[in-house]
């Protein structure tokens, strides 16, 4: 399971379709996004992967996390704080190479299970010699 919120991100693909004048069909062709998709989304049926958040982040040319930070201002209070603290950790493994292992193996993590794995890290790096 995925940590984004399957109906924040559909509303959030809504928000970049209005504000930036792409109509749905459009979208969904270019994406690789099918619209059967996005209405699973918005009706919390089917959850969100790592294949469709790649093809968003190809699609919109910005990360996840800045794609909802831009396009959800309608639905931001929806968004746990626990979702965007581990939407940005996530997305601070994925671009530093020393760390691309740790956004892999988090993939199908649920949020409870990151979180415990970056406070063990700071725990073993409070207890050890690489302070």
Known sequence: MYTVDSKVLAAAIDSFC????????????????????LTQWR????????????????????SLADFIAKYSDDVA?????????????????????????LFHA????PASAILEAAALIERYKEESKYK
């Open 77 to 101: 209070e929806s968004v746990s704080e626990e979702d965007r603290d581990v939407m940005e950790l996530r997305e601070e493994l994925r671009r530093r190479p020393e760390t691309k292992i």
């Open 18 to 37: 209005r504000r930036e004048r792409v109509l749905k069909k459009a979208f969904c062709e270019e994406s690789g996004i099918s619209s059967a998709t």
């Open 43 to 62: 009706n919390e049926d089917y959850l969100v992967s790592a294949k469709s958040i790649k093809k968003l982040e190809t699609y919109a040319e910005m």
């Open 106 to 109: 988090s993939k199908n993590a």
